[in-house]
């Protein structure tokens, strides 16, 4: 019987890494579940023959459980605004009942990214509580890095508290060149001293169209029936 891995996305470019892993996932007799709460990126996935029907869409649900509002009251989305701490804890909620229908289907490991956003809060607090382990998945800020740490993202991170690893990560690693790595530490520590963001190694700007307007529209139509 196959072993199975949870990949909460909730950016195209989560999917990019997920798909990466299909092949090997296969090699190793496991199956990928790649899990979204947003309308748009789930109706891409369906149609993705890679995918092959293992994408899940969180949706509104009735009947669904609520923790108390403090444990999101981190949330990003809390944090900035964009949610409130009550509609967090109706999206926590239903992101659970969803994982809840994968928990028979044998799942080992569970993966996120960031770690910090509602959806992110509420699958660890399941997998706490079902002893499933998860990873934490960060683009590093380290050119052509991608972290995975089960501590947690961003300050929570082992690197927070441990950044010396960042010298080791270095030392071990031949395909980063010296002038690359030097002037990157330069930028981070100009960026870190004068208080101006930090930016991720590939930050870019993506153009507007009509169709993304519609996805963008579709998934706040749908969020908001996650958060009432």
Request: proline share 2%.
């Amino acid at each position: 019987m196959s072993k199975n891995i949870v990949i909460l996305v909730t950016a195209m470019e989560h999917v990019l890494f997920a798909k990466r892993l299909i092949n090997q996932a296969k090699e190793r007799g496991c199956v990928l579940y790649l899990v979204t709460p947003h309308a748009a990126l789930f109706r891409r996935l369906r149609y993705d023959t890679q995918i092959a029907g293992r994408a899940v869409l969180i949706t509104a649900q009735s009947g669904a459980d609520k923790q108390d509002s403090d444990c999101f009251r981190h949330a990003v989305e809390v944090l900035t605004g964009h949610f409130t701490a009550q509609g967090a804890v109706c999206l926590a909620g239903h992101v659970r009942q969803t994982l809840d229908k994968l928990d028979g289907q044998r799942l080992q490991c569970l993966l996120l990214f960031n770690g910090c956003k509602t959806v992110d809060l509420a699958a660890k607090a399941w997998a706490q509580q079902k002893n499933i382990p998860y990873l934490i998945v960060e683009y590093a800020n380290l050119p052509g890095k991608t972290f995975v740490d089960s501590a947690g993202g961003n300050a929570y991170s082992t690197l927070f508290r441990e950044p010396q690893l960042l010298d080791e990560l270095y030392r071990r690693d031949s395909h980063t060149l010296d002038h690359e790595y030097a002037s990157w530490r330069e930028d981070y520590l100009q960026a870190k001293e004068t208080g101006h963001r930090v930016l991720q190694a590939g930050d870019g700007h993506k153009q507007l169209n009509r169709l993304s307007l519609l996805e963008r529209l579709s998934d706040r139509v749908h969020l908001a029936r996650l958060l009432a």
